[in-house]
């Protein structure tokens, strides 16, 4: 504490002497217009020169000019010889206000930091901070932070769908019915389903929730993912530690499925652990199909994170496994200059030769988690542009595009 002290005290004498220096000097305003005066009898001089090298004035005109403002001109030094004698002292006001703020800065600053700040707390480490950095995200606060943000995904799905209005009646009705009827499996299954497709997806994973808990031990895989999915759609692409709870409900249920790995591994990626999202991207693809929606999302992820040495299969476009092997050998800024790279040929090759619409999403989510959210928007765009045609693609664009947190509209 000694050492803060004595730096404290530098640092407030220090700023206590900008502050006090200008109210200390004598006015020199004498001077200031003294030398004004010279200067601009200079320019004058200057300007007359150009006149004549121009051809508007002849030296004959000018002569007479030059010689009254040279007769200005010493007269002008002079006087500013004179002002920059001895000047005047300080005024008595300016010397008192510097004492004043001698005193009252310093002052100040020892009683704005024992109030605002904590004399005598010791340091914390590194890992302290980032534990504390990682406090439970739940599932309200997550969508109220998005909601915040102006996130409304109903709006966004009846512009995107106008004919949907005709639907909202109904749904109206099936939510009026189904609260009479607590019990009733069916009409809370087809009430979460009808709440997701009008983008209503906070009202929708509770209905899910509800699904569950009236199915009890016949709740099959599909009610549970189907809850992770619309939480993760409620909260804007990002996955809280409410959605993560109920995808490892399902994988202690049903045991391990790509898709929930591969949700852990979101959550993980999103909380700043790229070894864990590594880990579980990897486990999720040994356990997809080749060619799975999840497979392509998780090969896309590790791409985009650069620890995937998994060549894809030879039906799917990407890196060769010489490629991979190649990678391996690499330095981190060179396996980052290659996906980069790979990544940019990606999307060349889509914008000049087109693919299908898992490709696109490929783009998406790799440009996402290079954390170059403007050029995956740009590619969702894109994307849509392509198949504007085909409700399915789009549908499906929006929802990758929501999982790897692109703001969708």
């Known amino acids: 504490m000694t050492l803060f002290w004595i730096a404290a005290a530098i640092a407030a004498l220090a700023a206590v002497a900008v502050i006090a220096r200008p109210l200390l000097r004598p006015p020199a305003g004498a001077r200031s217009r003294a030398a ?18 121009r051809g508007v004035l002849t030296e004959n005109e000018a002569k007479s000019a030059r010689v009254e403002i040279s007769r200005r001109l ?11 004698g001895p000047g005047p002292a300080p005024r008595r006001a300016s010397r008192a206000l510097a004492v ?36 439970p995200t739940t599932q309200v606060v997550v969508e109220k932070l998005v909601a915040d943000e102006g996130y409304d995904p109903a709006a966004e799905a009846l512009a995107a769908d106008p004919s949907l209005s005709e639907f909202i009646p109904l749904v109206a009705k099936l939510e009026q019915t189904v609260a009479t009827r607590p019990d009733d499996l069916r009409g809370a299954r087809l009430l979460a389903n009808s ?5 209503r997806y906070s009202d929708s994973w509770r209905a899910y929730a509800r699904v569950i808990e009236i199915a009890g031990d ?18 804007a692409g990002f996955v809280s530690d409410d959605a993560l709870a109920v995808s490892e409900a399902a994988t202690e249920r049903f045991g391990p499925t790509g898709t929930a790995l591969y949700v852990a591994g979101l959550h993980a990626a999103q909380r700043g652990d790229p070894e864990i999202a590594h880990a579980k991207w990897t486990e999720a693809l040994q356990l997809e199909p080749v060619g799975s929606p999840v497979a392509q999302a998780a090969r896309a992820q590790l791409a985009a994170l650069g620890g995937s040495l998994t060549p894809p299969p030879a039906d799917q476009p990407g890196p060769s496994a010489e ?6 050998d690499m330095s981190a800024e060179e396996r980052q200059a290659m996906i980069e790279s790979m990544v940019a040929g990606l999307g060349e090759r889509l914008r000049s030769e087109g693919g299908d619409v898992n490709e696109w ?42 999982l790897s947190g692109v703001a969708v509209e």
């Open 36 to 53: 004004h005066d010279e200067q601009v009898f200079r320019d004058q001089l200057a300007e007359l020169d150009r006149d004549v090298a």
């Open 74 to 84: 010493l007269a002008a030094a002079a006087e500013r010889e004179r002002a920059e």
């Open 323 to 328: 490629d991979m092997q190649a990678a391996a």
């Open 100 to 135: 004043v703020l001698a005193i009252a800065a310093p002052v100040s600053a020892v009683a704005l930091y024992f109030t605002l700040a904590a004399p005598g707390y010791p340091d914390r480490p590194l890992a302290q901070r980032i534990a504390e950095a990682r406090q």
């Open 218 to 235: 016949a709740a099959v895989l599909q009610d549970y993912m189907a809850q992770v999915e619309v939480m993760i759609f409620a909260a």
């Open 361 to 402: 999403a490929r783009l998406i989510r790799a440009l996402s988690v290079l954390d170059r959210p403007d050029d995956a928007k740009a590619a969702y765009d894109e994307a849509t542009e392509t198949f504007a045609g085909d409700p399915t693609a789009l549908a499906f664009l929006k929802e990758q595009a929501l």
């Open 195 to 199: 709440l997701r497709r009008l983008g």
